[in-house]
Antibody, heavy 119, light 108 residues
């Protein structure tokens, strides 16, 4: 059974750094893209970035380029999304997702990680 | 950059009725790269349709997708109580993945 299990909810202060994780299981981790999507409270889905763990090829949405870093450790089948300096506007639910066989759509989603940034 | 515009923003229907949701792209796109997702409150989205018209695993056949060029449609033939949710279309192109803003299907 394919599963993406994300790390738990985080409460941070503005200016702090953060790295959240997404561990894949039930499939060959290196053979599928892993992406990240933001969902701000009461809003829609925004694609942020994506990585191919097999060769670490990484792509970013122009809206998020330079704001976050997507990475992966294939030895432990885990992808990461990190911030160096959080802002209150980063408060949102973040989902990791697996690219389907073609990579053009997302066939499995993690349960989400809620990040709250507040002073 | 391709922009996906979904309409209507909210669709108010009764169980048993037919739902027709629209997704319009700002320029012509390949139907191979168009997908639809369903999101219920408090849950992660799930894939419904990929390649514009192929149902994902375990998706009931009351859900169907169609369209080409710039205009795509998700149809729910007869709404079940569990179908009231928010639906998103998504496109891939030029190493970018884009979502529409969503259509909420609510109980009338």
């Amino acid at each position: 059974e394919v599963q993406l299990v994300q790390s738990g909810a985080e409460v941070k202060k503005p200016g702090e750094s953060l790295k959240i994780s997404c561990q894949g299981s039930g499939y060959t981790f290196t053979n599928y893209w892993i992406g990240w999507v933001r969902q701000m409270p009461g809003k829609g889905l925004e694609w942020m970035g994506i990585i191919y763990p097999g060769d670490s090829d990484t792509r970013y949405s122009p809206s998020f380029q330079g704001q976050v870093t997507v990475s992966a450790d294939k030895s432990i089948s885990t992808a990461y999304l990190q911030w160096s300096s959080l802002e209150a506007s980063d408060t949102a639910m973040y989902y990791c997702l697996r690219g389907g066989s073609s990579g053009y759509y997302f066939d499995y989603w993690g349960q989400g990680t809620l990040v709250t940034v507040s002073s | 950059e391709i922009v996906l515009t979904q309409s209507p923003g909210t669709l108010s229907l009764s169980p048993g009725e037919r739902a027709t949701l629209s997704c319009r792209a700002s320029q012509r796109v390949s139907s191979s790269f168009l997908a639809w997702y369903q999101q219920k409150p408090g849950q992660a989205p799930r894939l419904l349709i990929y390649g514009a018209s192929s149902r994902a695993t375990d998706i009931p056949d009351r859900f169907s997708g169609s369209g080409s060029g710039t205009d795509f449609t998700l149809t729910i033939s007869r709404l079940e109580p569990e179908d009231f949710a928010v639906y998103y279309c998504q496109h891939y192109g030029n190493s970018q993945w884009t979502f529409g803003q969503g259509t909420k299907v609510e109980i009338k």
